[in-house]
Nanobody, 116 residues
Framework: QVQLVESGGGSVQPGGSLRLSCATS????????MSWYRQAPGKGRELVAV????????NYADSVKGRFTISRDNAKGTVYLQMNSLRPEDTAVYYC?????????WGQGTQVTVSS
């Protein structure tokens, strides 16, 4: 059974930091492309960051470049999103996504709220 479980969300003031984690099981994590998406209220789901299976290549949405960092630990089957200098517009539900060959898996999401 495939599982992706996000954690680390919460409420933070502008300028603060959070670290999201996504613990996975049930598929071959080490050969999967891993991504973080987010969905703000009333908006569509958008890609935030993606990391290749070996961690050698990472890409980010323009809106988070220089502030967010995606990383992974293949031994633990976990992907992370370090979020610094958070802004109110970063408020959203953040989802972990895995792509293994033709299959795509999603986590249940974790809420991030940035507000003073």
């Amino acid at each position: 059974q495939v599982q992706l479980v996000e954690s680390g969300g919460g409420s933070v003031q502008p300028g603060g930091s959070l670290r999201l984690s996504c613990a996975t099981s049930g598929f071959t994590f080490s050969t999967s492309l891993m991504s973080w998406y987010r969905q703000a209220p009333g908006k569509g789901r958008e890609l935030v960051a993606v990391i290749t299976s070996g961690g050698d290549s990472r890409n980010y949405a323009d809106s988070v470049k220089g502030r967010f960092t995606i990383s992974r630990d293949n031994a633990k089957g976990t992907v992370y999103l370090q979020m610094n200098s958070l802004r109110p517009e970063d408020t959203a539900v953040y989802y972990c996504n895995a792509r293994e060959n033709v299959y795509t898996y999603w986590g249940q999401g974790t809420q991030v709220t940035v507000s003073s």
